[in-house]
């Protein structure tokens, strides 16, 4: 670029209404999950951030709660409504059947292999738990020296994220004053009672529930509720929308990481390079994040998180090693070529279909719409 560029003004927020892909955003995402493939096979729990490989979980809750509420508030920008039916048709076309076709593999090794085992058989009593997604309410991530298809927590989370919040929102949308506030305000209340069940001493499930809540989703849902209004773009354009916002917080992010800090400044740094990516794509690190490689690692991303385990397994039996570098190398290359094949093969055709029984779904909603305005139409 011409040095000119450096001081073009971020776009405004009608370009950020217009945009449909965010450059970079799979980038982040396939940083997001080699971090947490290097946590699991690496077993490096050494100085600066050797150790941090878990916070690869709380950039993809970030990613996923600016990005969904952000297609929830376009959708309703552009029909006038939420189809809470089109979005589960889309979100279970993309999640469900890997999710069950690896939850199902799991299920297969064990009767074969460990089911006399105190792993094995805790992971059977607590197959119902990882059958409905809510094996982070149910699954205690410290029983025994391992727990089998313990990553499927996050998962969880996501889920129940995606089952809560777009009823949550198509409700309050619903208000003729004031709607934004009043969103933000109910955000605001998930975060404090979040926070508030984090550090409680009780047990039950009601706490459990709500400490489940990822902070990194609602501040994602905070800020694209924020950049999709002409008020808050504005308000944040000054911090966010700067072709150094991004990098800036990528480098606040890394110290943050690499110094002792309470998580949830990292959480709340993650959630605002989110947002800055998304604000402008001419930062001076979107170029690396763009990648074409990387941005396939992003692409295919689920996949690998969903079988990393077993691809690391397969890699130990092959190496002779529990952990390392080694494994962490062989890993990453093994389940990028096993994803690809999923991808390809089984998950896009699949996110196809849903994808237009979706469309087919809300094109049919919209012909009722029109023959019957009246608001139950």
Partial sequence: MSSSASTTPAPDHAHFLSTRHFSGLDGLRALS???????????????????????????????????????LLRERDR??????????????????????????????????????????????????????YTSNWFVDLGAGDSVIFYFAWSLATEEQFYLFWPPLLACLLLLRSRR?????????????????????????????????????????AVLAILLHEPAGFAMLRGTLGQRW??????????????????????????????????????????????WRPLVWVGIISYGIYLMHMLVANAARLALGEQFGVALFAVTTVMVIG???????????????????????????????TREDPSPAG
Wanted: with cysteine; glycine share 6%.
């Fill in 33 to 71: 999950v080699i971090a947490v493939v290097w946590h699991h096979t690496s077993g490096r729990p050494g100085p600066w951030i050797s150790s941090q490989g878990h916070f690869g979980v709380d950039l993809f809750f970030a990613l996923s709660g600016v990005l969904i509420t952000t297609l």
């Fill in 79 to 132: 029909n006038g409504r939420i189809s809470l039916i089109g979005f589960y048709i889309r979100r279970a076309g993309r999640i469900f059947p890997l999710y069950y076709v690896v939850l199902a593999t799991y299920v297969a090794l064990v009767l074969a292999t460990r089911a006399d085992t105190s792993e094995g058989q805790y992971f059977l009593a607590k197959l119902p738990a990882f059958l409905t």
């Fill in 180 to 220: 934004t506030a009043h969103t933000l305000v109910a955000l605001g209340g998930l975060i404090v009672v979040n926070q508030i069940a984090l550090v409680s001493s009780s047990s039950s499930l009601a706490v459990t529930i709500l400490g489940s809540l990822a902070l990194p989703i609602l501040l994602g």
């Fill in 245 to 290: 916002s991004a990098p800036a917080l990528a480098v606040t992010l890394l110290v943050s990481l690499a110094v002792p800090s309470p998580e949830q400044i990292t959480q709340v740094v993650m959630a605002a390079l989110v947002a800055a990516m998304c604000m402008r794509e001419d930062s001076w690190i979107h170029p690396a994040l763009s």
């Fill in 338 to 368: 096993v994803a690809t094949v999923s991808f390809r093969v089984f998950e896009a055709p699949l996110v196809e279909r849903a994808r237009r029984l979706s469309k087919r779904h809300m094109e049919r909603v919209a012909a009722a």
